[in-house]
């Protein structure tokens, strides 16, 4: 095939760009400008890669996976392309040689954030790892206009405000207005013959934006095709004319609401209607897509299960099994039975949460309404489960539709030929609750595949020092075979490795330590402990028990200020759902806290509090270097599997943490003297659930009395003590996380870890070992599960035959 390749300088090509794609002269550019003409420069290395890999797969004949998510949390895409592809000299060189700083021109990259979270982060480490390995893949998606809300804080208070990512031209994607599917919704369902017929009453036009995804060294580029509504007629001529320009627009602003803001997770108050749509319009999009690409080479339909393997991610795209079906049925013609089967031999799901709040359920009503079509073969696999359900003679009989709701973790289950958690607890935990009727039902559906992270991203993009220090050490191959690290092992008795490793952790620090200087205009000092907790703001991860153990040193400190306190800063990063108001109310006092202690001058440097508004992708990028303790703490069972631990374990970070999801595994990997471990299990947590009470834990626990108190009597919000009421009321009430009762455990690991901290070279040495044993968590590892165990698909990576 032809070379493609822009082999020129990237310098040529960056200006090149600047000239004719952003329309600039150098002395007139701004850093956005630099950044589009970098990103134009560098997307033009991918192009060769990526037609490379798509003509060997249709050479090849191969099978492809389709990894459909509602959300993929990319970040910033120019530095992990510029990585990806070993540009980042080259480029530093080009843009310096006008005067350009490349480390501004990257931050000016607003974040791809079309996610909520560990979810959405895990679907675009995923991408990462596919192309890595050299599988070929399509990750399919909505094209959100707007991404996850920032938030900001107006005294101590989250406040949202729409995000606006694609102000700036996004220079990574290719527009496809040619490749267009129509969605339908509602409307009328007729029988011809032995044929349905669906006639929608609305349609709207799914149409994809396509984004190379470099592997490693672009050996491999694979593509992110992401969804964006379309109306199918642009606007209405007649109102217009009349001068009626709100009617005239309405056809289009209908349609494009479909694709227009990402629903924020555990949002109770979203319009479900809404979230149906969004959720078909991208599923049915994506489905067409493939049986199309899958029908170019393929006559037999039959054959589908072998060429084709379908990932939902999570329950949002679990309306594929029946719209699959239907286009089997209802567009080819097979019959229900043959659809179904080859729909559950492409079908896999991932479960993400055990929260019975997180699965899915839909009005019968609502879904009739929205999916009349769908509803009808929604009761057929009922059926059919309720057949399997007879035959296996399990005699519990899970339903799809049940108490007027469809359930889309049974819908998902029943037509997946694999479904997985995320973790090794997690799945033991969904065969044993959520899913043990159905786990009696389909023995072998259930596995595990613990989930995992990038390397390029989390080590080698986001920690420059670790990975020249690890180069130095142990050569480059770390970088796509992470589990290399585990030769820094021996290291960790080496006094003179000990020290470069925490070298570059005191850097890592002092960049953090700049960082909050210049954006909050707070001074913390780099000496310190730095403990960091950061994640979606959930009662189930307990940022609650974090602030109060704050708020417990703080007044222990206070009263022996002149002890030998080890510093420590807690950072807090997060976003709470807009309707998820007890979570705004752990905010709102984690803020409080931080500002009484942080104005503390008999507290002085012993601790501080840091809660940078609008965490994000690139945010953790800063953080997660710097950390020297990782706040795992959820409440035991709750936590699925967790990617932040490994990322920080990754980064030399020693963990807290409960025995909750892969904090487990990677207690088994770093070993129980390099972490610390605190509070209930999952089991012991469930069989506290009996006759708990709240205020008996607390009239135990002294510390955590005391600070009850002062919350109550408003120490934290001096002139109004009932500002935090709701919190306290609700962990009185309803302590059904648990903090109460693990609050005194984690308060002694704690203690131990400032003790701990206090002996820097034994600190060093779990510090080390962290990242040495960590090599187990790479995402590489985890495609290769899938790859093998899910979807039977193998990488054509050195296959140039
Ligand atoms: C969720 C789970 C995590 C899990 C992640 C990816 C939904 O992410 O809660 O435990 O690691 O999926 O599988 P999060 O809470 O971070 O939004």
Known sequence: MKDLKNTGSLAGAIEFHLAHSVGKTPDAASITDWRLALSRAVRDKLVTPWFDATHRTYAKDRKRVYYLSMEFLLGRILEDAVNNLGLEEEAKEALAAYGVNFAEVVNDEPDAALGNGGLGRLAACFLDSLSCLGIPAYGYGIRYAHGLFHQS?????QVEMAEDWLRHQHNWEFERSECTYDIGFGGQVTETGSRAQWTPSDVVMAQAYD????????????????WSAKPKKIFDLDPFNRGDYMQAAAPEVLAETISRVLYPDDSTEIGKELRLKQEFFFTSASLQDLMRRFLAHNGDLRALPSKVAIQMND???????PELIRQLTDIHGLSFEDAFDIAQGTLNYTNHTLLPEALEAWDVGLMTKVLPRHMQLIERIDDRLSRDVKKSETGVAPRIVDNGSVNMGTLAFTCARRVNGVSALHTDLMKQTVFSDLHAVYPDRILNQTNGVTPRRWVHGCNPGLRTLLNETIGTGWVNDLEQLEQLTPLADDAAFRIRFMAVKQENKQRLVDWVAE?????????A?????????HEYK?????ALETAALANAIRRAPDEDWTPRVKFFGGKAAPAYLDAKNIIWLINDIAKSVNEDPVIGDRLKVIYPPNYNVSMAEILIPAADLSEQISTAGKEASGTGNMKFALNGAVTIGTLDGANVEIRDHVGEDNIYIFGMTADQVQAARDGYVTQAHIDRSPVLKEVIEQI?????????????????????????FMVAADFDAYWDAQRQVDQGFADRDAWARMAVLNTARSGWFSSDRTIKGYARDVWGVESLLGDTT
Not at 519 to 527: A, C, R
């Open 153 to 157: 804080f107006e005294d101590g208070r």
């Open 712 to 736: 109550q009597t408003g120490f934290y919000s001096p002139g109004e003590p009932n500002r935090h009421r709701p919190v306290l009321e609700k962990l009185l009430r309803d302590d059904y």
């Open 519 to 527: 954006t909050m205009g707070v001074q913390i000092s780099p000496d």
């Open 315 to 321: 329950t949002h795209p679990a309306i594929a099994g």
């Open 542 to 546: 307990r940022q609650l028990m974090n």
């Open 211 to 226: 984004t190379p995804v470099p592997g490693w060294q672009a050996s491999w580029t694979n593509t992110l095709r992401l």
């Open 529 to 537: 402990m730095f403990d960091i907790q950061i994640k979606r703001i």
